[in-house]
């Protein structure tokens, strides 16, 4: 019997590691977008971070695995806004702390923000979605200054929160 339990156990984590793993590969397009996009020694640590981290949560399960949908959603809007703005002429890329940059961040964090208050269920953990979309986060805003970077995260902290207690998240 106790060879059945462990094979079993082995079989249980095997799938759990192959979720993990699908999941993390829809990191790659964007992370390859951000590494086209930039550079790819500032790049690629942080998209292989968010691999990795994305990999864990859902290999973990549980209120972490519950983030992780949430937080790869709110992260591509945060990702996709300030792209937008710079491929729009809106943010040029390297513009630092000035009024483009910024605002393309904080409508991503906000954007974030929203999408992972509204998509989060009440057993899911806020703090790992919103790290996961502050990671994806990282790849557009980053390039625009450290400034914008921290004013997409705290757009993101603030609305999540706020929009979790003003629309509840259907269970």
Do not use: H, N
Not at 2 to 27: I, N, P, S, W
Not at 41 to 51: D, K, R, T
Not at 88 to 109: E, K, N, Q, R
Not at 142 to 147: I, K, R
């Amino acid at each position: 019997m106790d060879e059945l339990k462990r094979q079993a156990q082995a079989a249980y984590e095997r799938g759990r590691r192959r979720l993990g793993l699908r999941q993390a590969l829809l990191v790659l397009p964007v992370g390859a977008l951000a590494i086209w996009r930039g550079s790819a020694l500032e790049q690629g640590p942080i998209a292989l971070g968010v691999f990795l981290m994305v990999a864990a949560f859902a290999w973990r399960g549980g209120a972490l695995g519950r983030a992780v949908w949430p937080g790869l959603l709110g992260g591509t809007v945060a990702f996709g806004l300030p792209l937008l703005a710079t491929a729009g002429g809106l943010a040029p890329v390297g513009c630092g702390a000035t009024a483009g940059c910024l605002s393309a961040c904080i409508a991503g964090g906000v954007g974030a923000g929203i999408a992972i208050g509204r998509l989060a269920g009440p057993r899911s953990s806020l703090l790992a979605a919103l790290a996961i979309a502050g990671g994806l986060a990282a790849l557009s805003c980053l390039p625009l200054g450290a400034s914008a970077l921290i004013a997409a995260g705290a757009a993101a902290g603030v609305s999540a929160p706020v929009t979790r207690w003003l629309i509840p998240a259907r269970t």
